[in-house]
């Protein structure tokens, strides 16, 4: 596999940023977020791991070594009930926002920058094949308008036998790229149909961030290490261009909610922010009452009317 090009956060701007993801689809920038930021949101995350008896009792939880034969991922019920404690944490939700990394972003979308406010978390065991997160493009599961960005941070130093990311560089430029869907599996592009260039990868470290495209097809390295990986995504875009507004509410049944993530948070500063910012949204609210009226089976309609609930 090819190395990443890699740029340092000393010397970005914003012609050399867009540069790269025009060229390549996507850009690494080198020591963008501090240490300090990073190691909050891993402390803040292994404590619930630990808590939970996901990692080994003799070991500091920062080493992430998990507990003698345990392994969760989704859409394990054990999984996702922990997944959740991860995702209300405060800290977790400030990440995306941490300044450098707000700066990075103008430079690449302009400065009525949106963060979409549902990061990922990725709590990846090691030695299980069947979590490893296979090729595919951001825009099949987000929707909305394609120019969109995902920004990559791992948690930790995070080498590729770790399950760091790799990027097919040179995809954005193949449009909407076909996803297949095997049995129950989460839709991925068929590694003999996939157009791009060649496959880079690397490691990537705390405080690095790796930023695509919505159309960079992507996929995660195995995890063949002894430890877990731990990392974050979260997406970015002109607040101006359209936005599938699943991205901003909880459609499922699981009953998450933005008042039950909030609960323990210290600050408000960032409950509801996209509340203040006008949106356009594709579908629109008007299309999605519809929705909730007509579309089959009832379970449409029922995902569709928790959308219209929550955009009230
Ligand atoms: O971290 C992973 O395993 C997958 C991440 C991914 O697919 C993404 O950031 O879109």
Redesign the pocket.
Known sequence: MKTFHELHAANINPEALRSEIDTKGYALIRNLIPQDSIRSVLADVTRILSTENWLSPTADPLQRIPQHSVAYGDPDPVFKRVYQDVFNLESFHALPHQPALQRAMKMIVGDQLLIHPKP?G?L?FPNCEHLV?HA?Q?YEFMGGDSEFF?V?IPLHNCPTDM?A?RILEGSHRYGIQHHQRENLHVPEIPLDRVAGNDWVGGDLNAGDVLIFHSLTV?A?SPNISQQMRL?L?CRFQDARRVLNPSNLVFAGESGKSWEKTYSGWKSDTLKFYWKNIPLTFNPSKAEIEHLARTAEPPSKRARYARMVSQLA
Do not use: P, Q
Request: hydrophobic share 45%; no cysteine.
């Open positions: 990922i990725r990846i997160v595919h951001d995902t990559w399950g990311l992507h995660a990392s995504d």
